[in-house]
């Protein structure tokens, strides 16, 4: 909303014209038809100074109120009952170890610091999604820099404030996995003044492998991976000419493995490079076609 607001030059000019094409303003003051008020008026006249203050005004005005509706929008979007987006941010308040206040939702947090809050809640990524009637809910924590399942005892504790927290009826299921294995088949095809037929820049490191295992790591919990996008994410590396994809595909288990047709968003929320063989990177030197 805030982005659409007029300008205060523009509320100005607004009621300037409206100003302009009265007639009974034209006779009092004798301009005629078609005039401007900036011809007419200079900018310390105490026409233009009454109009300024008035846009300033009507300028404000607008802005007050834009700031409330977009606060109420966010209100009512963060707070909405039976949403899937109010079971996840609900999942995420949840506190290990503390109990909720009584026949209420939510906790007393009174006294405690940002940091212990912080810590207390457990779960760091969760989404929620209704499928026949069921709201599935994944969620996963952190351990050092990778997401990682709950614990069992963190996992029952969740379940019995969703429990508490839930809308009567509805019925509440968890997927609370390990990554799924992600494996990655391509061809490399490299400018060998950048780097050689491993992939190794004499810049140093492996910006190819790199670019990879962060593009993949950095997904958005739940976030839909597209083919197309780690695609492009290579091409911009230095020393990279053609990243030619082959195929590219996740397992639940690292056993059985499934074809990723374009796009794919992970079952437990997330994927994960488990091994360096599971980067099988061929780097061909590109040489230019020639007639």
């Not at 790591?217 to 020393?239: C, H, W």
Request: hydrophobic share 40%.
């Amino acid at each position: 909303y805030l982005s659409m607001a007029r300008d205060i030059k523009d509320i100005k000019r607004e009621m300037t014209d409206q100003f302009m094409a009265s007639e009974y303003m034209r006779q009092r003051y004798g301009f005629g038809a078609g005039e401007s008020f900036d011809t007419h008026f200079s900018t310390v006249s105490l026409e233009s100074i009454f109009f300024a203050v008035a846009a300033f005004g009507f300028w404000a005005l607008e802005q007050l109120f834009g700031y409330h509706k977009t606060e109420c929008a966010e209100l009512i979007s963060e707070l909405k009952p039976h949403s899937e987006r109010w079971y996840a941010n609900k999942a995420k308040a949840f506190m290990l170890g503390r109990e909720l206040v009584e026949d209420e939702d939510y906790y007393d947090t009174t006294g405690m610091a940002d940091e212990e809050i912080e810590r207390a809640r457990v779960v760091k990524y969760a989404v929620a999604v209704e499928k026949a009637g069921v709201v599935y809910i994944k969620v996963a924590t952190d351990s050092g820099s990778e997401r990682v399942p709950l614990p069992d005892e963190q996992l029952e504790g969740l379940k019995s404030y969703m429990k508490e927290c839930k809308d009567a009826g509805v019925v509440l299921e968890y997927i609370n996995a390990p990554a799924e294995h992600f494996r990655l088949t391509m061809t490399i095809y490299y400018n060998p003044m950048v780097m050689n037929n491993e992939g190794v820049s004499f810049s140093g490191g492996q910006p190819v492998h790199d670019t990879i295992r962060a593009f993949i790591k950095n997904l958005p919990f739940n976030g839909e991976y597209r083919n197309a996008s780690l695609v492009d994410a290579l091409q911009v590396i230095e020393g990279v000419v053609i990243p030619e994809l082959k195929a590219a595909e996740a397992s639940k288990d690292g056993v059985a493995w499934e074809t990723i047709d374009a796009k794919a968003v992970p079952s437990s929320g997330y994927y994960k490079i488990y091994n360096d063989a599971d980067l099988q990177l061929t780097f061909k030197p590109y040489e230019t076609v020639s007639d």
